[in-house]
């Protein structure tokens, strides 16, 4: 090999050898371990693809499952909803203050979501919180958000609170490189603020769209710190299993069911890759 061919190798050398130490590595360990199980008589053992038959019947996981879907096809689409919203309404121009109002919308974003659940979580409960207060002071009678009944739309409000800002400003991005002469010739021709948005803007945000949708896709299967901090305070409303990444850790680290939670993982993983995947090609068919 000559030289110049190692000069490439160069470059990318030291991000492969990361990237095979923190990505690679611990999917192959953890695809190691999912064959294996560890039992209280006879030590640990292959077992073949028993762990993947036992998820694939395992009611608690296929509940996780069903709960992370739910979320997945209601929260998504509002958040989206209310960045393109808001990206929309600063790339107008008609906007006063609009870079306060950008800085305001993304600041949740950098806020550590431990900290935004917990805030919410105290801000929700009815006998230390606000909506306990309203309900006291006011005489009113507002559910209780922590309830077992509401608290996957507890646990939305918080994402979305958390990841709007983050979203409009990748759909903002993709409105600032939209060419300007289009909005003029479009003026020129009589056309309107919201038909210059269907016929000019939203065409350019087809691929910011995808991108922010492929993101809240894996986010939505990652789901986890919020559940996991909204146990303390909520523990009757937050199961074990509650999602499938909560109920990888409590196999993991309470239960000592490390291979399980390993086969759990593994399938979840390539669950949400293939999810993604078949947005990404649906939603992009089509486009050069």
Request: glycine share 10%; hydrophobic share 50%.
């Amino acid at each position: 090999m000559t030289r110049r061919s190692w000069i490439g190798w160069q470059f990318t050398g030291p991000f492969l050898a990361v990237f095979a130490l923190v990505f690679l590595a611990p999917i192959g360990y953890s695809a190691y371990l999912s064959v294996f199980r560890t039992k209280l008589v006879g030590g640990t053992g292959f077992v073949g693809m028993e762990n993947y038959t036992k998820t694939f019947s395992d009611p608690q996981f296929w509940e996780g499952v069903s709960r992370v879907a739910i979320f997945l096809a209601v929260q998504v689409p509002i958040m989206l909803g209310l960045a393109l919203l808001v990206a929309l309404a600063i790339d107008s121009g008609r906007l006063y203050g609009t870079g306060f109002f950008r800085v305001s919308i993304f600041l949740p974003y950098a806020v550590p979501a431990v900290v935004a659940t917990l805030m919410c979580g105290f801000l929700y409960g009815i006998r230390f919180g606000l909506v306990g207060s309203l309900n006291e002071g006011l005489g009113l009678n507002i559910p209780d958000p922590l309830a077992p009944d509401w608290i996957l739309t507890t646990i939305g409000n918080i994402v979305t609170w958390e990841f709007v800002g983050y979203n409009m400003l990748i759909l903002y991005s993709g409105l600032r490189v939209v060419d300007t002469a289009l909005y003029e010739a479009a003026a020129i021709d009589g056309a309107g603020q919201f038909r210059i948005i269907r016929a000019i803007k939203l065409p350019a945000l087809r691929g910011p769209l995808v991108v922010a949708t492929i993101f809240s896709i894996i986010g939505s299967f990652q789901l986890f710190t919020e559940p996991q901090i909204l146990k303390s305070i909520a523990p009757n409303a937050i199961t074990t299993y509650f999602t499938p990444n909560v109920y990888t850790y409590q196999l993991s680290f309470t239960g000592q069911q490390v291979n399980y939670s390993a086969t759990i993982a593994l399938v979840m993983g390539v669950a949400t890759m293939i999810v993604a995947y078949l947005f990404q090609r649906r939603s992009l068919k089509g486009v050069d």
